[in-house]
């Protein structure tokens, strides 16, 4: 096994996606730009520098086919690992309350975003000719808001405490939750059950009595056996039962047919219970530093941005990237109830940005062919779009006016702290 | 790509990994052991539920020795991450005034072990009918005691600030170094450039090139530019940069014909010399903690111990396990300048634990064909024996008399913040 090459590829990934997030803070974007935009730079269609075996690799594996299943499959297994960790991480930072204090309302804003993007994108790819099941991978892709980007270019602006990013990352919350629903549907139409309406309530219901029954009975679990933790002679012995309930929740999440993520998520939440969670987030951390920019630029050394140049793929592009913020901006803006019309917009521009669900969706679609290559960059264009418009529109918005004026009298119940430790940075 | 598998495999041996060490440390022995025994348990040759693949990947790679091979390559490059952080945080723990304090006495007591054991175990090798390249892969891998083990029982006795111990820490360190440059010497051979007298010293000089250059011209430009760190926005410069030079160090190694050992051993070196050192330990502890078990385990999944059963097979592994013991017993014995008798004993069997160094040399073998599956399966039980006699010998020899006393008045120049973060726990 020639591991130098497969050593020399990781740490280019590493040191690009590290440079790259640099330049993108100072271009006051989010990191994870960055860290896209360096994998389609580093990738097969453009440098071919990550992601094209070298000759050691060629000459073990005896083909090139071979070859390169051997380098994806590496690839593949530790961006898994970061999207695994990037979801335990935002489960980490959830907590039932925080999402019963942002209440009905924020469901409201959350469901009206997820259907009218959703009908808008998959009603577009129909009339493009997509076919129906690659319409329904290409508009749950684009379906759910990245809380952990919204958090941050909230956060970036200074305007976590007003009402509206109570409103907007309470929403995310909740479109996180139902972006996993959603991903288990997907994934339980990749393994092969078919998009009939009985099979999606089915693997609905599926999802959310696995989501339920890990949240309320591990909970239990989790709170009555976590004290005896510090009786083990192992070092950082809560850390390591954390780890382990992470991966064994991800790959148990996958052998009932639902995401790994899903699985990761829960785990994340369900440790969060403990009293401590204070010291996994700073445990957490390098792990998140190392593994999950890993999953974004390889995302990124997937995406053929050539193709872009087929007039047809640009157009497809534009309408797709156009509908998911309009999907957003309307859906979140009319579900944004008793606030001002700025306060709308700024609720439906704050949900506009996607991330780690539309990759994973696109990753799934691409392995069961209903998402093509071209198809995967739309996707990944477009998540880069809305994550781009997002700050400077947000910005327009938040200090062109009186809205700025920040709500010093209640606190925001998410934990500064936490804030820290954000999603995507 | 079939993750799910891979993941639920990675669950168990990361499960097994912390169960088997807690046991360990329980029957106080070294977590390592427990790692290793796990691994021979999980792996094909035992139960079989980890490193076999299952029908997922069996069906989407198409035959089985292709799906083996993904398997292998994915946990090959976990484990040689894993192996990465563990010899740099060796160099982070190891200063060059650490090595200058013990000086040579601590030099002749290390050169002393290495040459009388590699003589022993190479003579045997030869006389059982092994053939050189054979004979000098596994006369290489059981060179080097394992200063992380050996660090791990002292601390263990609470011996740490004996005379003895100092002797034994600092001839570890050098022991390490040596082993590196050992490695170096049987990569290059593996990488088809013989075993002439010749090719042996150009390759010990290009590899005390490397590190020297390294460890010189390296820790002035790190000295130099890692004050600017500061100024970048990412959150935790520092770290990803620290992590960044582990990465590319490794690599490079691996490109000029070094195991990447070796320069991941010259990055934790050169780092150690930043004043943010205390924080990087803090920070490489989780990728320690879920890395280098994995590390531990795959090599113990990939030992068959059905083959002892064979009566030649185990008059081999009872002579190079006696052999390697006796190795060090005579040589750091012998090596020990100015102690009386019983200290002697004590280096000599503080020197014998090995650890790292033998699984890769034995992988590195087994990867040119020079190291069969059954020869493998002998250095890891003979690794597992030296660090299972090792803890109660030394016991016994320090608590039967008055040797015991410790030297309170002398200071020991190990900080003992590090050898709270142990090599192998």
Redesign the interface.
Known sequence: ?P??E???Q??LV??GA?LA??LA??LRLP?VVGELVVGIALGPHALALVGVPGPDLLGY?GSAK?AG??L???F???G?LGV?ILLFVVGLEMRVEDIAAVGPRALVVAVGGLSVSFVLVFAFGQAFGLGSLTSVFLATALVATSAGIAARVLGDLGQLQTNAARLILGAAVIDDILGLVAVGVVGGIASGRGISALAIVTLAAETSAFVLFVALVGRRIIRAYSVHLDR??????T???A??LC??L??LA??VGLA?IVGAFLAGMVVAETREHVDLDR?????Y??LVPIFFVISGTRTDLTMLGNPSLLMLVGGVTALAMLGKLIGCGLGAIGVTVRDRLVVGVGMMPRGEVALIVAGIGQ?VGAISESLFAVIVVASIATTIVAPPALKWLLTSGSFGAKLTDETHRRDPRNDDLTLV?
Request: proline share 4%.
């Open positions: 096994m591991t130098t497969i050593l020399w990781l740490f590493f040191l590290k997030g640099e803070l100072r990191a594996a071979h299943e051997l994806h499959g590496v593949d297994i530790l898994q695994i083990l002679r192992l070092p950082n012995a850390f390591a039962a780890l382990a991966l064994g991800a790959a996958g052998m790994a445990q957490i951390r390098p792990l530093d190392l392995s940075d």
